[in-house]
């Protein structure tokens, strides 16, 4: 192809788009004002209305669409069961039973009186029908060893209930050192060293309370134990920006109001779904904030370097601005909402939307420095780059809208907004930003005018990748390969929890519940028709390899009734009175002379022989009577009445909580609290099965193993392993439709309006290296594809094809291989525009949002790659056409 026939091509298909743009830029540049004006206002329009309408959906699970079988599967079950949707999971951890008990019972009794902001409180083993029949959830085997224990105890609590001091109890203690067999219902070495801890505790003024439980009961820790759980339904208040807000302040205060007395050292975690929703909304709002500061002085930089003008400068950022304000009000009428993702459209705008200004605006600072007058400037600027911008327009629209028809609505919207605010940026780059060009001229310095540049510039900017093509297409080549091979290795993360904040308290929380076996979330869900059906698919499930167990409302009917009530019985009969008729506390206050007692009992079984527990709790008291009698009357007084609680108060409520365990009675289906049996069998009588796995599912392999193993008997299983092995698969499908939908229309597209297939791939190329070795790139640096990078690809099409455009396009003016092709506009356009993109995304990969800074790595990596492979790779490539053409 000769010269001559290269240089009329572009123009002639450009003609008509070149006479519309005199036609507008005429209009433009005859009312500068007005046409600001006119943006001012409708910008300040549109952004009250975007402030007063759009909203931020941050649950994951609406970024796939809920068309697809996975997820019309999980609304089932929300369906079924509305009381587990929305809600937020406390975690509430104590070091005793009883403490757990009473932060438990504290809380539930603090936040029912939290009306207006708490809808519901539920405590899943809590309530009368478990205090009373807690005894027949035990073994036969492990409630005949409490029965016969308690029994043998009976002399204790008989003597006790004559002196419910702690005069009376010390007695019965100090008798227990000297005999041979004691009265207390517990281990002797066991009780002595809590002992010690209870007198520890008071030396040092710590709350402490003993606990009976794990001394009679034989209760150590573990869930339902010293770990609870409640389940809190919240009001949510939609119309403001963040709706749990204020449920999720009262549930705080409450925390805070039981931490304030006995129960400081209590632990209370919060997790759940809308917690987690909530925390994520506060990381996204940091980081949002934290990459439009980042994005914006980076980008200030660039601009500075790449204009040297201020004047310039201010044009960029309010055509930007009024531009970003413009599409935020589309994405206000045209979706009503933000998601994860497509909140981040905002940065892909300011970088894409800067790029084009730079084009603009190096082109006429070119021509202005070459003497051209301001009018003449601006004109012959439209006329230069207004057909590749619109080309750079349409094909990064393309790119961004090959999203839409996939099923990852998520995305999905990202491509709607950003697609089309691709359009707004062409739009406002056309009209506000001329306008405010034409009222406020550029004239460049005396020493840019007469600027002349050094020999390492000239170097850079002359055409070395094409006089050094050879080598740069055989490095280029061998990379290819190497990037290849790395290809084989590339992870995909499945877990959508690795995409929000690690140091948040909602995820801390759920990544501890997923350590054991008990609390973790990580379970399939079932529903059974019938009766029949629930138990046949029981047996069926645990048949499978993979499970380890299958909870659901039969495990609530105990087994083994009728000997468990008579075991009950029986101790009822031996102890019921006793416990009955137990006092409540002792009106006899404890004194030194209590305490002088038992230190006199200590050393007197001390002199029998050595015992270390006898020496450490006789050390300890020893310190503890010298600290008493330092104190005031009234205070030393204050400190042996909380000593006697902490010894005896958890007595006292054990003692309550056993005689009302003695009144169990049997158990059937029509006899289980309607709010166990409604989160069992749901209003249309259909039955939810738990399945529980026998491996950490924090694998790919062991979770894909689980559930195709559980949909050999139910096809339906839904929850959590299903929705993210699901999402991940949906995922995938819409990366490759999307890759491949940009790429074919890309494709077309460019051979429409070029009409030339090498023309074609050397636009191609920069993108498929650069995506090839973005690819690569995520298994050198660890950063594996997931919800939210994994769109970097696709997106690379949409947003690095105007690199390929515009320096193909210069490439057609190239007189020789010894000109100065990376002096152009063109080139210097794409470098600080590509510049800004990448510091645009690169910004995102600071934020404290795992998945926000993930898909900033991964675009300013593939950004700066195709990049390079624009200014570097494509002209090496092309150099022998140029010979060939100019020969």
């Given at each position: 192809?000769s010269?001559?026939?290269k240089?009329r091509v572009?123009e002639s298909?450009?003609?008509l788009?070149?006479?519309?743009?005199?036609?507008?830029?005429?209009r433009v540049?005859?009312?500068?004002?007005l046409?600001?004006?006119?943006?001012?206002?409708?910008?300040?329009l549109t952004l009250?209305y975007?402030m007063?309408?759009l909203?931020v959906?941050?649950?994951?699970?609406?970024?796939i669409?809920t068309?697809?079988?996975?997820?019309k599967?999980?609304?089932?079950?929300?369906?079924?069961?509305?009381?587990?949707?929305?809600?937020?999971?406390?975690l509430?951890?104590?070091?005793t039973?009883e403490q757990?008990?009473?932060?438990?019972?504290a809380?539930?009794?603090?936040?029912?009186?939290q009306s207006?902001?708490?809808?519901?409180?539920?405590v899943p083993?809590?309530?009368d029908?478990?205090?009373?029949n807690g005894?027949l959830?035990?073994?036969l085997?492990?409630?005949?060893?409490?029965?016969?224990?308690?029994s043998a105890a009976?002399?204790f609590?008989?003597r006790?209930?004559?002196?419910?001091s702690?005069r009376g109890?010390?007695?019965?203690?100090?008798?227990a050192?000297d005999?041979?067999?004691?009265?207390?219902?517990?281990?002797?070495?066991?009780?002595?060293r809590r002992l010690?801890?209870?007198?520890q505790?008071?030396?040092?003024g710590?709350?402490y309370?003993?606990?009976w439980q794990?001394?009679?009961?034989?209760?150590?820790d573990g869930?339902?134990?010293?770990?609870?759980?409640l389940v809190?339904r919240?009001?949510?208040f939609?119309e403001?920006?963040?709706p749990?807000a204020?449920?999720?302040?009262?549930?705080?205060?409450a925390?805070?109001?039981?931490?304030a007395?006995?129960?400081?050292s209590i632990q209370?975690?919060?997790?759940?779904?809308?917690v987690l929703e909530?925390?994520?909304m506060?990381?996204v709002?940091?980081?949002?904030?934290?990459a439009?500061a980042a994005?914006?002085?980076?980008v200030?930089?660039?601009?500075w370097l790449a204009?040297?003008?201020f004047?310039?400068?201010f044009a960029t950022?309010l055509?930007l601005?009024?531009g970003?304000?413009?599409s935020?009000g589309?994405?206000?009428v045209a979706i009503g909402?933000?998601n994860l993702?497509?909140?981040?459209?905002?940065v892909?705008?300011?970088g894409m939307?800067?790029?084009?200004s730079s084009?603009f605006?190096l082109?006429?600072?070119e021509?202005?420095?070459r003497g051209m007058?301001q009018?003449?400037?601006?004109?012959e600027?439209?006329?230069?780059t207004?057909?590749?911008?619109?080309l750079?327009?349409?094909?990064?629209?393309?790119?961004?809208y090959a999203?839409?028809?996939?099923?990852?609505?998520g995305?999905a919207?990202l491509?709607?907004?950003?697609g089309t605010?691709?359009?707004?940026?062409?739009a406002?780059?056309?009209?506000?930003?001329?306008?405010?060009?034409?009222?406020?001229?550029?004239?460049?310095?005396?020493?840019?005018?007469?600027?002349t540049?050094?020999?390492?510039s000239?170097a850079?900017?002359?055409?070395?990748p094409?006089r050094?093509?050879?080598p740069?297409?055989?490095v280029t080549?061998i990379?290819?390969?190497a990037a290849c091979?790395?290809?084989?290795?590339?992870v995909?993360d499945?877990?959508?929890i690795?995409?929000?904040?690690?140091?948040t308290?909602?995820?801390?929380?759920?990544?501890?519940?997923?350590k054991s076996?008990d609390?973790?979330p990580?379970?399939l869900?079932?529903l059974a028709a019938?009766?029949?059906?629930?138990r046949?698919?029981i047996?069926a499930f645990?048949?499978?390899?993979s499970?380890d167990?299958?909870?659901?409302?039969f495990?609530?009917?105990?087994?083994q009734q009728?000997?468990?009530l008579a075991?009950?019985?029986d101790?009822?009969?031996?102890?019921?009175?006793?416990?009955?008729?137990?006092?409540?506390?002792?009106s006899?206050r404890?004194?030194f002379q209590?305490?002088?007692?038992?230190h006199?009992a200590?050393g007197?079984?001390?002199a029998?022989g050595e015992?270390?527990?006898v020496?450490?709790?006789d050390?300890?008291?020893?310190?503890?009577?010298?600290?008493?009698?330092?104190?005031?009357p009234?205070t030393?007084q204050?400190?042996?009445?909380?000593?006697e609680?902490?010894?005896?108060?958890?007595?006292?409520?054990?003692i309550?909580s056993?005689?009302t365990s003695?009144e169990?009675?049997p158990?059937?289906?029509?006899?289980?609290p309607?709010?166990?049996?409604?989160?069992?069998?749901?209003?249309?009588g259909?039955y939810?099965?738990?399945i529980?796995p026998?491996?950490?599912?924090?694998?790919?392999?062991p979770?894909?193993?689980?559930?195709?193993?559980a949909?050999?008997?139910?096809p339906?299983v839904?929850d959590?392993?299903?929705?993210y092995?699901e999402?991940m698969?949906a995922?995938i499908?819409?990366?490759?439709?999307?890759?491949?939908?940009a790429?074919v229309?890309i494709t077309?597209l460019?051979?429409l309006?070029?009409?030339n297939?090498?023309?074609?791939l050397?636009?191609?190329?920069?993108?498929l290296?650069?995506?090839l070795f973005t690819?690569?790139a995520t298994?050198l640096?660890?950063?594996?594809?997931?919800?939210?990078?994994?769109?970097?690809?696709?997106?690379?099409f949409?947003l690095?094809v105007d690199?390929?455009i515009h320096?193909?396009?210069?490439?057609?003016?190239?007189?020789?291989?010894?000109?100065?092709?990376?002096?152009?506009?063109?080139?210097?356009g794409?470098f600080?525009?590509?510049?800004?993109t990448?510091?645009?995304?690169?910004?995102?990969?600071f934020?404290?949002h795992?998945?926000?800074?993930s898909m900033?790595?991964?675009?300013?990596i593939?950004l700066?790659?195709?990049?390079?492979?624009?200014?570097?790779?494509?002209?090496?490539?092309?150099?022998r056409?140029i010979k060939a053409?100019?020969a």
């Open positions: 192809m010269k001559g026939k240089n572009p298909r450009a003609s788009l070149i006479r519309l743009m005199h036609a507008w830029e005429s540049l005859t009312h500068p004002w046409v600001v004006f006119v943006a001012l206002a409708a910008c300040g009250a975007t007063n309408n909203t959906n941050t649950n994951t699970a609406d970024t669409s068309e697809l079988p996975f997820q599967n999980r609304i089932r079950l929300e369906t079924e069961f509305p009381q587990d949707v929305s809600t937020i999971v406390l509430v951890e104590g070091k039973p757990t008990s009473d932060a438990v019972d809380l539930q009794q603090e936040l029912a009186r207006a902001t708490i809808q519901s409180v539920y083993d809590g309530g029908f478990f205090a009373r005894l959830y035990l073994s085997k492990d409630l005949e060893k409490i029965s016969q224990d308690l009976q002399p609590f008989g006790l209930a004559e002196d419910n702690l109890f010390f007695g019965i203690y100090a008798q050192l005999a041979k067999e004691s009265d207390l219902p517990v281990e002797l070495g066991a009780f002595t010690t801890d209870a007198f505790a008071a030396l040092d710590r709350p309370r003993l606990s794990q001394l009679i009961m034989g209760q150590k869930l339902g134990i010293t770990k609870r759980f809190i919240p009001k949510l939609f403001e920006m963040m749990a204020k449920s999720i302040a009262a549930i705080d205060d925390i805070n109001e039981i931490r007395g006995a129960l400081s209370v975690h919060k997790t759940g779904e809308v909530y925390e994520e506060l990381t709002q940091q980081s949002v904030t934290i439009g994005s914006t002085v980076l200030c930089l660039t601009l204009y040297r003008s004047k310039l400068m950022f055509t601005g009024m970003l304000v413009f935020m589309f994405a206000t909402q933000l993702i497509s909140i981040s459209f905002t892909l705008f300011i939307g800067d790029a084009y084009h605006c082109r006429y600072r021509l202005i420095v007058k009018r003449e400037a601006l004109r600027t439209f006329s230069s207004g057909s590749s911008l619109v750079c327009t349409l094909t990064a629209a393309i790119g961004l999203f839409i028809p996939t099923d990852y609505s995305v919207e491509g709607v907004i950003a605010s691709m359009f707004i940026a062409l406002t780059t056309f009209t506000v930003l001329p306008a405010i060009m034409n009222i406020l001229p550029f004239k460049p310095s005396r020493r840019a005018a007469q600027h540049p050094s020999t390492l000239r850079l900017m002359s055409n070395w094409m050094y093509a050879t740069i297409r055989v080549i990379l290819g390969i091979m790395l290809l084989t290795r590339v995909i499945f877990n959508p690795n995409l929000r904040d690690p140091n308290e909602s995820v801390k929380t759920f990544q501890y519940l997923l076996r609390t973790s990580m379970t869900a079932s019938n009766e029949s059906e629930a046949a698919r047996t645990e048949r499978l390899s499970v167990s299958v909870r659901s409302i495990d609530l009917i105990p087994e009728d000997e468990k075991a009950i019985g101790l009822a009969l031996v102890l019921g009175p006793q416990l009955q008729n137990f006092p409540a506390a002792s006899m404890p004194s209590t305490l002088e007692k038992l006199a200590l007197k079984r001390m029998k015992d270390r527990d020496a450490a709790l050390a300890t008291l020893e310190k503890l009577i010298e600290h008493l009698r330092a104190l005031p009234e030393a204050a400190n042996l009445d909380t000593l609680n902490s010894v005896l108060g958890g007595l006292r409520k054990t309550g056993l005689n003695l169990a009675s158990i059937g289906m029509d006899t289980l309607e709010d166990v049996r409604e989160r069992w069998i749901s209003k249309n259909l939810r099965l738990q529980f026998k491996q950490d599912l924090s694998e790919l392999e979770l894909r193993e689980f559930i195709q193993e949909q050999t008997v139910d339906d839904t959590l392993p299903v929705t092995l999402s698969d995922v499908v819409a990366f490759a439709q999307a890759f491949g939908t790429l229309a077309l460019l051979l309006i070029l009409r297939i090498k023309d074609t050397l636009v191609l190329l920069p993108l290296l650069a995506s690819a690569a298994v640096i660890g950063v594996p594809f997931n919800f939210a990078n994994i769109i970097a690809l696709p997106l690379l949409g690095g690199n390929g320096m193909a396009h210069r490439l057609h003016y190239l007189n020789s291989v010894h000109g100065a092709l990376l002096d152009s506009s063109e080139a210097k794409v600080y525009g590509a510049l800004t990448v510091f645009s995304f690169a910004s995102l990969a934020t404290p795992p998945g926000m800074s900033g790595i991964l675009l300013a593939g700066m790659l195709s990049l390079v492979c624009a200014l570097v790779v494509l002209p090496a490539f092309a150099a056409r053409g100019r």
